[in-house]
C-alpha cells in the first residue's frame, strides 16, 4: 500500500537545516530569559475542555482541535448526539491559559512573583496560509504577581536581550495601553461595555486603514458621530512627532494623568537599557486583539521587514475570571515562526562545524570510529558514511544539509571543502 | 467559577526544578548526537489516521488519541455513526512512524544514509501508574539506508556517550537478534508465522517468569512439548556464563553463523568504543515486544537501579510496508523519563547560579536593573524581586527553585547564602 507521505494539512515537516536555525533560536531565548532570572516550566499539550473554554480568549476558542472520547466512554448510539457527548480533551491553543492552571496549582511550590519561561507547542485550526500554520511554536515570559510596572519593564528588557543574542538589531517596541483606548472611546460617547468589540475594529486598521474601521463600527451599529470623532482623535494620535507630542495630546483629551506616566515610564527606562538600533515609541494603532489584556499592551517590529515579530501585554482578570483568585499578570511573547523565518532571510549564520568522514567497505569499521573520535575531539560534528554509488549527488546533499567539510580515509590529513 | 486546576489525568506540569533537569538532559542528548553526525528534525505531533494504522505497531494504535472532525466535516445526525466518521487526525503515538513517512517525503533533500535526532512528544492513552504518562518525550536517533551492522555500532556507541555525559557510568547493553529467536521457535517444530506471537509471549519472561511464559503460550494453542523443548532452549541460553559460550550455544543450536558473527561483532566492537563501567552482553531475553523488529535489538539497564532505560532495535520492513520502497533502518532510543527520573534519584547535581536580587519599594528600578546587569555580566542567573512581606516563606521558596543566593539592593556586596 502507498500511503501519503504529506504531513497534515497546515502542518510541516522541520528538516535539518530549518531544524538547525529553530534549535539554536530556542537555545538562545532560553538562556537569556534564564540568565534574567525567568524560570522554564512545562505543561501538557492536552488540557480540559473546561479550562479551554473558560476565559476570553475568543476566537481561538473556535479553532480548537479536540480529543474523541475513548472505550466506554464514547456511546455513539446516543440520540441527539452533540459535540460534547464526543469529545474528552483539547489541544491547547495558546500557553497562557495553562500557565494561569498550573500556577494556580502550584502557587505554594513556586517563587511569588513567578517569572515563568514556556517555549512550547500550541494548536490552531487555522486556514492554511503563508505564516500561519496549525502547529507551532509559542515563546513566551510572563511575570504572575507583581502589579507594578517593574514586571512590564522586566519583561521587555528581557525580551529585547533576546532578540539582540538572535542578531535582530533593528527593532521598534510600540507601546500603548488598553486603559487609554478605553477612556478614549468613552469619552467619544461610547458605552463602556463596547469597549472590547470597538478595540477590536481599531486592531484592524493596519490592514483595512481608518476608512475601513469607520465602515465596519458604523455597519456594527455604532453612530456615525461618535465613530468620527473617535477616529479623528486616532488620528491625530497616530500623526504625533514624538512620544511627548503624543502625551501632550493624550493629557489634553483628558486621559488619566496616572496611566500617562505608566506608559511614559515604561518607555524612556526601557530605552536607557535596550541596545543600540532600537526604538521604542508611543503608538496609539497598537491594540492587540484579545479580550484579555487589561493594560499596557505591546508589539515588536523588525524595522528592516516592518513586520512585527513579537507582542505582549498585561491581563490582570484572567486568573479571577478563570480561577477565581486575583493574580496581576504580564506576558512578553516571541514570535518564533516570524523570528526564525527572518533568520533564515537574512541569512544569519549558525555556527556549525559539520564533517562527513567517509569510508571504503573495506575499511576496518572500528578504524573508521577512531578516526571520528579524533575529529570529534578537534570540535567537529562528525557523520561517517560508506563510499557513496553517485559521490557528487551525495556531495550535493550534504551540503545542502549544512556539511562544509568532507574527509576520505584513504588520507585522513587532506580536509576537503565541499 | 472555580476551575479544577490540575492537569489532565495520565499527564504532568513540570515545575522549574524539574524542568532544569530536563532541559540539561535534553540539551547533553542533543549536543552528544549532533558531535556524532546525527541531523535534528521536527515532525507534527497530528498525523493521519491512515499512517498512524498502517504498520505494525500494535498496542499503540489501540492507545491513539484522536482528534474530531471540525464545522460541516462532523455530521452528527448520520445514521450507524462509526468512530471514522466523527475523527480526523490523530496524535503520534511514536517517533518512527512520521520518521518513516517524512523521510519518504524529502528523500531527495535529505543525505543517505540519513542519521536522525528526535527529541519530541509523543502520546498514549495508557491507563495511567507510577513511571507512565500519557503524554511523553521520546528521545531518538535512527539510521536510514545502511543495511551493515555499522549502523547499530555508530548508533550504541554515540548513544553511550550520550548516557555517560549525562553521568550514568554503569550501564549494561542486552543485545539479541530476532533473526536468532526466530530461528530458534522454527527449529522447536513451530510454524513460522507464529514467531511474533511467541515473541510477544517470551518478552513477558521478566515479568511472569519461564512457567508464567509457558502457561501462556500452552494457553494460546501452543503444543506443549514444542513450548517446554523451547523454554528449555531458554533456559540454557539464559544460564551462559560468558558471550562466548552464548556464541557456541547458539552454533550447536544450529542457529546460521552469519548471524551469530553479526550479533559477536556488535559486541566487541561497541565494547572497544564504551567507557569504563560499561558492560555490553548477547542475552536470549530481549525480545522487544513490537511486531515491526527484524533483527539486531537491545535494551540498556543501568546497573545501579536495574531498570531498562533505552533501547532499540532495526526495523528493516517498515518502510516496504509503510510507503512500498525499500530502506534499511535501525533505531537507538533514550527512555527521556526514566533517565531524567533516575538523575534526580542519582542527586546528579546540574550547574546553575541563580541569585535572587531584592528590592524596596523606593529603590530606584532603574538603579534595580543597573545592579541586575553587573551581576549577570559575573555569570549569575539574576531575577529581580521587590522585598517580600513574609521573607522566610519567600526565601524558602526561591531555596525549593533552585536558588542559593541572595543579594539585598541595600548592601550589594554581601551575597547571602540561601
Known sequence: MKLNTNPVRGTVDYLPKEMEVISYAKNIILETYKKNGFLEIKTPILENLDLLTSGDSGDNQKLMFKTVKRGHDLDLTKENLSVADITEEGLRYDLTVPLVRCFANNREKLPFPFKSIQIDE????????????REFTQCDIDILGDSSINAEIDLLVSGLEAYEHLGFNRLTVRVNDRRILN????RCG?????????????DKFDKIGLSGVEDELIQNGYEESKVKT???????????????????LLKS?????????????????????????????????????????????????????GRAIGGGGRYDHMFEKMIGVSVPAVGFSIGFYSVTMLMAEKNIEIPTKKLALVYK?????????????KFKHRGYEVSVFAFPKNFNNFAEKLKNNGYKLLVKMSNTEDIINL
Not at 500550541?122 to 500554520?133: I, S
Not at 461610547?190 to 481599531?202: A, G, K, W, Y
Open 122 to 133: 500550541a494548536f490552531r485550526a487555522e486556514r492554511p496560509q503563508k505564516g500561519r500554520v
Open 183 to 186: 477612556e478614549l472611546i468613552v
Open 190 to 202: 461610547f458605552d463602556e461595555n463596547s469597549t472590547i468589540n470597538i478595540c477590536v475594529s481599531l
Open 230 to 248: 473617535l477616529t479623528g482623535l486616532f488620528e491625530r494620535l497616530k500623526s504625533s512627532a514624538s512620544n511627548e507630542e503624543s502625551y501632550e
Open 253 to 305: 483629551l483628558g486621559i488619566s494623568s496616572e496611566v500617562i506616566a505608566s506608559v511614559a515610564k515604561i518607555i524612556s527606562t526601557v530605552q536607557k537599557f535596550a541596545f543600540v538600533g532600537f526604538k521604542i515609541v508611543y503608538d496609539p494603532a497598537i491594540i492587540r486583539g484579545q479580550g484579555y489584556y487589561t493594560g499596557t499592551v505591546y508589539e515588536i517590529y523588525d524595522d528592516d521587514f
Open 361 to 373: 567497505p573495506d575499511d576496518s569499521f572500528e578504524k573508521v570510529l577512531e578516526e571520528k573520535q
